[in-house]
RNA sequence: GGGCACGUAGAUCAGCGGAAGAUCGCUGCUUUCGCAAAGCAGAGGCCGGGGGUUCAAAUCCCCCCGUGUCCA
C-alpha cells in the first residue's frame, strides 16, 4: 500500500514522526522516541504494575466513557446486535462491531442506523479457544469498541485523519497515557473483497485498537476505489481495562469480584476458562443458541463441556448453572437482556448437563471394555487410543487417563493428532448445485410491481406484457405469489395459458407457462389466480407464524425457526429445541394455536425501514432467516408474533380454520419438526383420521371403541399361532432326528463314535437343526445331505474330537463338485445341479468311520466304498 | 456441512466369515409360614433397513435410517 495513504495532516500537527520497527520492519508513527513498535511481540508487556491510564477502571466504567466521549463528539450511541449474526448467512457469529453493518450498510443498500455511531458489540472468537488463560490476555467472548463512519460521494462525515486524531485524544487526554507511548503501526488489510490502509494502535507492549478504513475494492488484479468508504474501528474493551489496571492478567482486571471468588476454588488458568466461558455463554444462549452437535450449537456445547471439565476437578465447586449466574448477573449490569430469560436459560444448560454426564458415562463403559478386551488379546492401549476415543466418545485423555489402570502417556501433539484425523475433511465439496435453469431477464426491464405483499385476497387482475422468453412471462405487476420463504407457488392462469410456476429472480416476477406463450411484449393480460390454492397457502403460512409464537411462548425464547415449508396438503416447521417434545407439550401447542385462532386477532402485514423495525422488535424478527432489502417485510399476528416475512398471510387468525398437528420429530441433535394442516386441509385430515378408524374398525368387524381391544386380541393369536408353528416346525425335525437315531441302519457305531448318515427332505437349517439334535453329547458325527433349489447340499456335524466334521467334508466334497468349508464341529457343502449327492453322502460317511477307528480320511480322489 | 464410532434377547453388552451367546430382568419348579436369597429348568432374537460379495454374512463392501461424538 502507497505510504502515502498513512501521511496524515494530524500526524505533522501534533509533531509524530515516521519510524521503523526495529523487530519487525514495520512503518510507525509516534511522537516518543521508541525505535520499535509499541506490540508484542516486537516489545515487552510494560505495563504491568505500571499502568500508563490516570486510574483504573472497571469495564462498565471504561465502556461508559469511551461511548460517552464519541457521544460528546457527535457520534450517536447504537445498542449491541446479537452475538450470534441473524441477519447474514455467511458466518455465524457477530465476529467484530462491523459484522452488524455486512453487508447491507457497507454495501449503500440500506442507511445505518446512525452516522457516525458509535458501539460496544460482543463478539466471538473460537479460534484462539486453547489460548484462553494461558495467554492472560486471550478471551472468546470480548466487547469490541467502536466508533464507525459511512462515507458517501456526497456525504462525507470524516475520514483516516479525524479518526486517529479521536484515538490519540481519547487515549492521552481521557485515559490519560503520555503520548509518546502510543505508536500507530501501518498495516494493509483485506477482506471480503474490500481493502484498504490500517493502523494497529499499541501502547507498551499491548495492541488496544485497530483502526480500519474500507476505501478500495479489487476487482480481479484492479483495485478501485470504493463509492462508500468506511472508518471501522476497534478497541479491546478487556484490553484498555486491562490496560488500566496494569494487573498480572487481563481476567482479574476484566471480571474483578467473580474472577477472584472463582479463585478460591481454581488455579488461574481454570478461573479464566470458567469465567470467560461463562460470559460467552449467557450471550449465546440469550441470543437464542440451542446447544448441539453441529453448527453455532456446536460451540455452545464446546463451552459447556469444557467449563463442567474444570468444574469436575474441584469437588467443591459450585455448579455451572451458579458460575452462568454469578457472570451473568455482572454483566447485565450493562446488557440487562442477560438476565431477562434465566428460567430458559437453566432449562436449557440442565438438559445439556445431563447430556454431558451421560456422555462421559457412556465414554467411561467402552473405555473399561477396551481395556478388558485389550487385556485379553494383550495389546496395549496406546496415545492413539485416546486420540480416538476423544473423537468419537468425547472422552476427554486425562479423563481417559484416570480411568484407565495401565494408562498410556497422552501424547505430547494430541490436539495435532485430532487434527490429523480430520485433516480428509478437507475433501472437496461438490458445489455445483442445480442452477434453476431461469431464464436472464434485461437489466433495462423495470421491476415488477409485486401486489401480493398489500393485498392478498385480490386474484384477478390486469397487466402488460414487459418481457416473453419460451415459457416465461414478465408482467409490470403481478398478484402471483413467487415460490419463496417456504411458501410454495401460486397457480393459475394467464390469458388463456395455465401458469404452472411463479419464481422470483433479481428484482423480476416470472410466470412460468406450460407451454411456450403467445403473448407478446405490450400485450395487455388478465391474470387468474387459483384462489383455492392460494387460501391453503396464506392458512398454512399465518398458522406456521402461529405454531413458532406458542412454541416460543411454551418452551421459551431458546426456540428459533430453522426452517419451513408450506405446502397445500400439509406444512412443517423446524425449530431449535434440546429436546424431543412430549405428547404434552405437542397438545399445548395445538390448544394454543387454536386459541389464538379463535381470538380472532388481527394479522397485519407492512412495510417499515430495518432498522426502525428491528428497534421495536428486536432480532426475533429474523425467524425465517437473513432478509435482504432496505426496508423490512413485518408480519404481526397481534401481542403475539411478530416476524420479517413476505409470504401471503390471512388479516385475521380466524381465516387460518381449525389447525391440527399431524406430528413431530427430532430431526437433528436441537432441532425438532412440528408438522400440521389449517383451514380445509385440516379438516380432510380429521375426516381421514375418523374415516380410517372406521375402516379399521369395519374390517376387524368390531366398533371403533372396541379397536385396540380388538387388535390387541389379535396381536396375541397371531403370536400364538406364530409360535405353534414354529414349535411344530421344530417338533417336527425333533421327530425326524428321534426316528434317525432309533432306526439302527442309518448309525454306525466305531471306537465310541456314533455316525449317523441320512438324506432329508429340508432345507440347510432344517438340516442343521436335525444334527444338532443327533449330536448331543459327545462322540456323535451327523452326516445329512439334502436337495435344495436343485441343488445337493451336504451337512456334517460332529462332536467326536477324532473326527472333524470338517475333514468329513473334505473327504466327501469333490464327489460333488461341491464347494464348502467349515470347522471342526460343523461343515457345509453345497454342490453343483445334478452332482451325485448319494455318492458324496456314502464318501462322507466312509470317511467319518475311517477317523473315527483312527485311519487318516480317504482323500477325495479315491474311490466310495460301496 | 464433513470425519469417526455405535445400532445383536425387555435392559446392559460379548461375538466380528463357518450350528446366535453372557449378565441382569422375566416365567416355572425346588426350598420357605412368608419374603429375600440360592439351585435347577424355561421362555424371550427378521443381529436397525435394503442391496452386494461368498458354498456360507450378525461378521466383509455399498446405500439408507437412527444414536453418539469430534471438527468447520
Known amino acids: 500500500m502507497d505510504a502515502r495513504e498513512y501521511d496524515l495532516p494530524v500526524f505533522h500537527r501534533q509533531g509524530f514522526s515516521r519510524r521503523t520497527c526495529v523487530r519487525c520492519g514495520a512503518a510507525f508513527w509516534t511522537t516518543g522516541d521508541s525505535d520499535r513498535c509499541q506490540e508484542a511481540p516486537c516489545a515487552p508487556y510494560a505495563f504491568l504494575g505500571h499502568s500508563p491510564f490516570n486510574r483504573p477502571r472497571s469495564v462498565d466504567e471504561l465502556r461508559e466513557e469511551y461511548l460517552a466521549f464519541f457521544e460528546q463528539r457527535g457520534h450517536q450511541r447504537v445498542r449491541r446486535y446479537p452475538t450470534v449474526a441473524r441477519w447474514r448467512n455467511d458466518v455465524f457469529f457477530t465476529q467484530a462491531s462491523i459484522y452488524d453493518f455486512q453487508p447491507w450498510v457497507t454495501s449503500g443498500a440500506i442507511p445505518p442506523p446512525a452516522n457516525p455511531l458509535t458501539i460496544s458489540q460482543p463478539c466471538l472468537r473460537f479460534i484462539d479457544l486453547e489460548e484462553v488463560g494461558r495467554s492472560g490476555r486471550h478471551f472468546t467472548l470480548f466487547e469490541m469498541l467502536a466508533h464507525h463512519a459511512f462515507n458517501r460521494p456526497d456525504h462525507e462525515v470524516y475520514f483516516k485523519d479525524r479518526t486517529v486524531e479521536l484515538c490519540h485524544e481519547l487515549l492521552t487526554q481521557t485515559f490519560g497515557v503520555d503520548g509518546r507511548l502510543v505508536t500507530y503501526k501501518e498495516e494493509e488489510w483485506e477482506g471480503g473483497g474490500n481493502l484498504g490502509p490500517s493502523l494497529s494502535v499499541g501502547v507498551l507492549g499491548l495492541e488496544v485498537a485497530t483502526l480500519v478504513f ?31 489496571h496494569g494487573s498480572h492478567n487481563a481476567y ?6 467473580a474472577y477472584e471468588e472463582l479463585r ?17 455463554l449467557n450471550f449465546l444462549l440469550t441470543d437464542g443458541v440451542v446447544p448441539s452437535n453441529s453448527k453455532d450449537g456446536y460451540f455452545a456445547r464446546l463451552l459447556l463441556r469444557r467449563m463442567l471439565r474444570v468444574l469436575a476437578k474441584a469437588p467443591e465447586a459450585p455448579t455451572l448453572a451458579e458460575v452462568l449466574d454469578r457472570v451473568g448477573r455482572d454483566a447485565a449490569r450493562h446488557f440487562p437482556e442477560l438476565g431477562a430469560h434465566r428460567d430458559d436459560l437453566h ?34 492401549i496406546t496415545g492413539e487410543d485416546l486420540v480416538a476415543w476423544y473423537d468419537s466418545w468425547g472422552l476427554p485423555p486425562d479423563l481417559a487417563v484416570q480411568s484407565l489402570k495401565n494408562p498410556p502417556e497422552v501424547p505430547k501433539d494430541f490436539y495435532a493428532l485430532l487434527a490429523a484425523r480430520h485433516e480428509k475433511e478437507a475433501r472437496e465439496t461438490d458445489y455445483t448445485e442445480g442452477t434453476r435453469g431461469l431464464p436472464k431477464v434485461p437489466e433495462s426491464l423495470p421491476a415488477t410491481e409485486v401486489l401480493y405483499y398489500g393485498d392478498p385476497y385480490t386474484l384477478q387482475f390486469e397487466a402488460h406484457v414487459l418481457h416473453v422468453e419460451g415459457p416465461y412471462v414478465v408482467l409490470d405487476r403481478t398478484f402471483f405469489y413467487p415460490t419463496g420463504g417456504g411458501q410454495i407457488t401460486d397457480t393459475g392462469r394467464l390469458g388463456d395459458a395455465n401458469v404452472v410456476e411463479v419464481a422470483k429472480s433479481g428484482r423480476w416476477v416470472l410466470h412460468r407457462l406450460e407451454a411456450p406463450s403467445t403473448l407478446h411484449v405490450g400485450d395487455r393480460v388478465r391474470g387468474h389466480i387459483d384462489g383455492g390454492r392460494r387460501t391453503q397457502l396464506m392458512q398454512h403460512h399465518t398458522a406456521t407464524h402461529l405454531i413458532n409464537g406458542a412454541l416460543r411462548e411454551l418452551l421459551g425464547p431458546h426456540v428459533w425457526q430453522a426452517g419451513a415449508y408450506k ?16 405428547t404434552a407439550e405437542l397438545k399445548a401447542v395445538e390448544r394454543r394455536v387454536n386459541q389464538v385462532v379463535r381470538e380472532d386477532r388481527p394479522v397485519k402485514s407492512y412495510f417499515e425501514s430495518r432498522g426502525e423495525a428491528e428497534r421495536r422488535f428486536g432480532f426475533g424478527l429474523y425467524q425465517g432467516g437473513a432478509v435482504p432489502g432496505r426496508e423490512l417485510r413485518v408480519v404481526e399476528v397481534e401481542g403475539f408474533d411478530v416476524e420479517a416475512c413476505g409470504g401471503t398471510h390471512c388479516t385475521h387468525t380466524s ?18 419438526r412440528l408438522s400440521y394442516a389449517a383451514g380445509e386441509r385440516a379438516l380432510d385430515v380429521v375426516e381421514g383420521h375418523r374415516s380410517l378408524l372406521n375402516d379399521a374398525a369395519r374390517s376387524l368387524g368390531v366398533a371403533p371403541e372396541q379397536l385396540l381391544h ?14 405353534t408353528a414354529k414349535s411344530q416346525a421344530l417338533e417336527d425335525l425333533a421327530t425326524t432326528a428321534d426316528r434317525l437315531a432309533a432306526d439302527a441302519s442309518a448309525s454306525i457305531e466305531a471306537h465310541g463314535v456314533r455316525v449317523t448318515a441320512a438324506r432329508l427332505a429340508l432345507d440347510k437349517s432344517g438340516l442343521m437343526e436335525v444334527s444338532r439334535r443327533l449330536t448331543r453329547g459327545q462322540g456323535r458325527v451327523a452326516v445329512l445331505a439334502s ?31 461341491g464347494k464348502g468349508g467349515g470347522n471342526p464341529s460343523s461343515a457345509t457343502a453345497v454342490g453343483e445341479p445334478g452332482s451325485p449327492l448319494d455318492v458324496a453322502l456314502a464318501a462322507a460317511r466312509e470317511a467319518a468311520l475311517q477317523l473315527a477307528t483312527g485311519g487318516a480320511a480317504p482323500s477325495g480322489a479315491t474311490k466310495a466304498l460301496p
Open 787 to 817: 436337495e435344495s433349489e436343485g441343488r445337493g447340499l451336504l451337512f456334517v456335524g460332529s462332536t467326536a474330537p477324532s473326527v472333524p466334521a470338517l475333514a468329513v467334508l473334505e473327504a466327501a466334497r469333490a464327489r460333488f463338485s
Open 567 to 582: 405446502g397445500t396438503e400439509s406444512a412443517r416447521i423446524d425449530v431449535t429445541h434440546f429436546r424431543a417434545l412430549s
Open 347 to 380: 432449562r436449557v444448560v440442565a438438559a445439556e448437563v445431563e447430556r454431558y454426564d451421560e456422555a462421559i458415562g457412556r465414554a467411561r463403559e467402552q473405555v473399561r471394555r477396551a481395556e478388558e478386551r485389550s487385556e485379553r488379546v494383550g495389546t496395549r
Open 710 to 723: 380388538a387388535i390387541g386380541r389379535l396381536q396375541r393369536d397371531v403370536e400364538e399361532a406364530r409360535a
Open 264 to 280: 478460591q476454588t481454581f488455579a488461574p488458568t481454570e478461573t479464566a476458562v470458567l469465567i470467560d466461558h461463562a460470559r460467552a
Open 214 to 244: 474500507m476505501e478500495y475494492v479489487r476487482a480481479g488484479d484492479l483495485v478501485e476505489p470504493m463509492p462508500l468508504t468506511v472508518v471501522d474501528t476497534g478497541y479491546g474493551l478487556e484490553r484498555l481495562t486491562w490496560l488500566s
Open 252 to 257: 482479574e482486571a476484566v471480571f474483578g469480584r
Open 655 to 672: 381465516e387460518v380454520g381449525l389447525v391440527t398437528l399431524l406430528g413431530s420429530e427430532r430431526i437433528q441433535d436441537g432441532i425438532v
